[in-house]
């Protein structure tokens, strides 16, 4: 607030000034001339400045709603997620692999992923991977000789992304020698 | 026109800001996130990780990632603090 109010002291200021000009003109001293040829520079290139951050602003805003047209559903999305974890696990409940409650939540499941993808949120499932600690969390770390260091060993839940951001990093323990 | 900038460098998250048009805006960072963990970490690979990605990478890394960095500016390598802190193997190669 107090700023705004200095910029409006400082702009009457100007005006001050500007009004004056003709009264100063009328007198054949020669200094004044100088000083409206002043103003005149020094409130073009005020314009001109003003017209830079006007044009700066609209860039800024075009790509800030190209933004939330393309995450907009993230953190929708993010709270969505916990029930498609829920279906992977109770996948994993069942102990024979021909079961009818199983298909059943084996497609609901399936149809979930396609509703998603057709929004451009996409799994992270980093099985056999290197670790990318821009996509995945490392929980924990774990020595084994078959496999190289820094390579996925298990992944505890899988990421999304939408639109190439992360809406959530899967979670994977890695190997360390 | 010069621009206001705020930087609050805080011991867990930090964050950026600028004034546009009399208010702050938050500026975000390259995950989309409005607050940045401030963490830092040397990769074997020479390569330097910032914010989100250095922290996931925390536990693979202990001995080259570095947070609550803020408690330790002003002060030296030899300084209790830091040695209190860092006196089980951490930074040791810094």
Same mark, same amino acid.
């Given at each position: 607030?107090?700023? /705004?109010?200095?910029?409006?002291?400082?702009?009457?200021?100007?005006?001050?000034? *500007?009004?004056?000009?003709?009264?100063?003109?009328? /007198?054949?001293?020669?200094?004044?001339?100088?000083?409206?040829?002043?103003?005149?520079?020094?409130?073009?290139?005020?314009?001109?400045?003003?017209?830079? @951050?006007?044009? #700066?602003?609209?860039?800024?805003? *075009?790509?800030?709603?190209?933004?939330?047209?393309?995450?907009?559903?993230? /953190?929708?999305?993010?709270?969505?997620?916990?029930?498609?974890?829920?279906?992977?696990?109770?996948?994993? %409940?069942? %102990?024979?692999?021909?079961? /009818?409650?199983?298909?059943?939540?084996?497609?609901?499941?399936?149809?979930?992923?396609?509703?998603?993808?057709?929004?451009?949120?996409?799994?992270?499932?980093?099985?056999?991977?290197?670790?990318?600690?821009?996509?995945?969390?490392?929980? %924990?770390?774990?020595? #084994?000789?078959?496999?190289?260091?820094?390579?996925?060993?298990?992944?505890?839940?899988?990421?999304? @992304?939408? #639109?190439?951001?992360?809406?959530?990093?899967?979670?994977?323990?890695?190997?360390? #020698? | 026109?010069?621009?206001?900038?705020?930087?609050?460098?805080?011991?867990?998250?930090?964050?950026?800001? =600028?004034?546009?048009?009399?208010?702050?805006?938050?500026?975000?960072?390259?995950?989309?996130?409005?607050?940045?963990?401030? =963490?830092?970490?040397?990769?074997?690979?020479?390569?330097?990780? =910032?914010?989100?990605?250095?922290?996931?990478?925390?536990?693979?890394?202990?001995?080259?990632?570095?947070?609550?960095?803020?408690?330790?500016?002003?002060?030296?390598?030899?300084?209790?603090? =830091?040695?209190?802190?860092?006196?089980?193997?951490?930074?040791?190669?810094?």
């Amino acid at each position: 607030m107090g700023k /705004s109010k200095d910029k409006n002291i400082v702009d009457d200021a100007d005006k001050h000034v *500007v009004d004056q000009d003709p009264l100063d003109e009328s /007198s054949t001293d020669n200094s004044p001339q100088e000083t409206s040829v002043d103003i005149i520079q020094k409130l073009e290139d005020k314009c001109l400045r003003l017209n830079a @951050e006007i044009d #700066n602003m609209h860039k800024r805003h *075009v790509i800030d709603i190209q933004k939330a047209h393309k995450f907009g559903l993230e /953190s929708f999305i993010g709270e969505l997620l916990p029930v498609i974890d829920n279906l992977e696990q109770a996948l994993k %409940s069942f %102990s024979s692999t021909s079961n /009818s409650d199983r298909e059943g939540i084996e497609l609901t499941l399936k149809s979930f992923e396609n509703v998603l993808d057709k929004f451009g949120i996409r799994p992270i499932n980093p099985v056999d991977e290197k670790f990318d600690p821009q996509l995945h969390e490392a929980v %924990s770390v774990i020595a #084994n000789k078959e496999l190289a260091d820094d390579d996925v060993m298990q992944v505890l839940q899988r990421g999304w @992304e939408i #639109n190439e951001r992360i809406i959530r990093p899967a979670r994977v323990i890695v190997v360390k #020698n | 026109m010069s621009k206001i900038i705020g930087i609050d460098l805080g011991t867990t998250n930090s964050c950026l800001a =600028v004034i546009e048009g009399g208010q702050p805006k938050v500026i975000e960072n390259a995950e989309g996130g409005r607050t940045t963990p401030s =963490v830092i970490a040397y990769t074997d690979s020479s390569e330097v990780l =910032v914010g989100t990605p250095a922290k996931r990478q925390a536990v693979t890394n202990p001995k080259k990632t570095l947070h609550a960095i803020k408690r330790l500016i002003g002060r030296r390598f030899e300084d209790d603090v =830091v040695k209190k802190r860092y006196g089980n193997g951490s930074i040791q190669n810094y």
